[in-house]
């Protein structure tokens, strides 16, 4: 009779998880850069469902969701990230710690004049961004800026440069942006996947805007808004051809 009346005690704590992970998600959010701390009070938004919640001392949540949904984590103080759920398995969710987040401040009464030229021995150098090389240097006379050549070099240099960098955000958008990359976040394929990467590919000027530009969000957001349109538009308009003179 014990027994039995363990079996029921057991049966009675499982079925309620069990009916959980049938609706909701569980996981644990922790700082990036100490990845063994967590951290609590971050919170947890469903932006299918408005739903929210708050994570606990051990950085722990359980929140309503589904496959499909897309969960927001977002604490003051760290950057807030976003996740597409593929499948309703445990998450572990690392925040980064916000560049305008300052530790620590000790500044005591200092006034440094304008005209002073002082170099940080600290500072890092130049790095390239999307395989562009920074504007090279020109020559210098009295501290005085001196380029030469014709304004039409100048100007064929400039329209190279921006060539070259319009080159490198395309690349970068196809490696984000392909069907292989696509299909692994929603459950687009065939024609469908086809077209929907043809109606919202970004655009070089907004990935530049958004520039570290989060594709996985975007991919996510913009497969919310094709599930909303009707079938017909969720086409490319036909072109028309063009007939003979």
């Avoid at 800026?145 to 960098?165: D, T, W, Y």
């Amino acid at each position: 009779m014990k027994t039995f009346k363990q079996l029921i005690l057991v049966l009675f704590l499982i079925i309620p998880l069990y009916t959980f992970a049938q609706t909701g998600i569980t996981g644990g959010v922790f700082d990036y850069d100490n990845k063994s701390f967590p951290l609590q009070k971050v919170t947890v938004k469903n932006l299918n469902t408005h739903e929210t919640t708050s994570t606990g001392a051990a950085g722990q949540f359980m929140i309503k969701a589904k496959k499909g949904d897309l969960l927001e984590f977002s604490l003051p103080g760290f950057h807030t990230d976003t996740l597409y759920l593929t499948n309703m398995l445990s998450k572990t969710i690392y925040l980064p710690a916000s560049s305008t987040n300052l530790k620590q401040v000790d500044i005591q009464s200092a006034r440094l004049s304008k005209d002073l030229n002082l170099k940080n021995p600290n500072a890092k150098g130049f790095e390239r961004v999307h395989g562009i090389s920074p504007t090279q240097n020109v020559q210098r006379a009295g501290g005085i800026g001196l380029a030469f050549g014709s304004g039409k070099v100048r100007r064929e240099k400039a329209k190279e440069r921006a060539l070259e960098e319009r080159g490198a955000y395309e690349a970068e958008i196809s490696k984000y942006f392909n069907e292989e990359h696509v299909n692994s976040l929603i459950k687009l394929q065939g024609q469908e996947l086809k077209e929907f990467i043809e109606l919202y590919r970004p655009t070089v000027e907004r990935v530049k805007a958004d520039d570290p530009f989060n594709y996985d969000y975007y991919i996510a957001v913009a497969y919310q808004t094709w599930l909303k349109l009707p079938p017909e538009q969720r086409k490319l308009p036909n072109m028309k051809k063009l007939t003979g003179q």
